[in-house]
């Protein structure tokens, strides 16, 4: 009997440590990583397209068993901890139009409430490279 209970353990050992490869490949950590983003700008012809370091990856979640009127439960998202500002400057904006615009470089993320004033919050949004107007390209940004 305790040869079973002690083979059973480590098939049940074996079992996590060749998962733990998987599960940590399919959930990336909550982290900086470079991705194209765009900016434009009201009264700007062009649509500026560059890579910058935002914040990605997996935070847990949690969603409770019984909901209550009187509970409340908020999500976590990895969304910016560090972060240092950068100014751009849009081509081709006519006189009267200010050309710059200012965004968050992720420096470093964790998982929290999500700050409207560094990230978008919403369900689905647009892809971070998404413009309305012609692109415009900065590759050594």
């Known amino acids: 009997?305790?040869?079973?209970?002690?083979g059973a353990m480590l098939l049940f050992?074996?079992?996590?440590?060749?998962?733990?490869?998987?599960?940590?490949?399919?959930?990336?950590?909550?982290?900086?990583?470079?991705?194209?983003?765009?900016?434009?700008?009201?009264?700007?012809?062009?649509?500026?397209?560059?890579?910058?370091?935002?914040c990605s990856g997996h935070c847990l979640t949690k969603e409770p068993v019984y909901r209550s009127p009187f509970s409340m439960v908020y999500q976590h998202v990895c969304t910016y901890r560090d972060v240092r500002y950068e100014t751009i400057h849009l081509p081709d904006c006519p006189p009267g139009v200010d050309p710059h615009?200012?965004?968050?470089?992720?420096?470093?993320?964790?998982?929290?409430?999500?700050?409207?004033?560094t990230s978008d919050c919403t369900i689905e949004s647009l892809n971070p490279d998404f413009c309305m107007t012609p692109r415009s390209y900065v590759y050594d940004y």
Do not use: H
């Not at 009997?1 to 002690?6: D, F, G, M, Q, R």
């Not at 440590?17 to 990336?28: C, D, H, K, N």
């Not at 194209?36 to 890579?51: A, D, H, Y």
């Not at 420096?107 to 004033?117: G, H, P, Q, V, W």
């Open 1 to 6: 009997v305790t040869t079973v209970k002690t």
């Open 13 to 54: 050992v074996a079992l996590c440590l060749l998962m733990a490869p998987v599960e940590g490949y399919l959930l990336q950590p909550c982290e900086p990583v470079n991705e194209t983003v765009s900016v434009e700008k009201e009264g700007c012809p062009k649509c500026l397209v560059f890579q910058t370091s935002i």
């Open 101 to 117: 615009v200012t965004f968050p470089v992720a420096l470093s993320c964790d998982c929290s409430l999500c700050t409207m004033d």
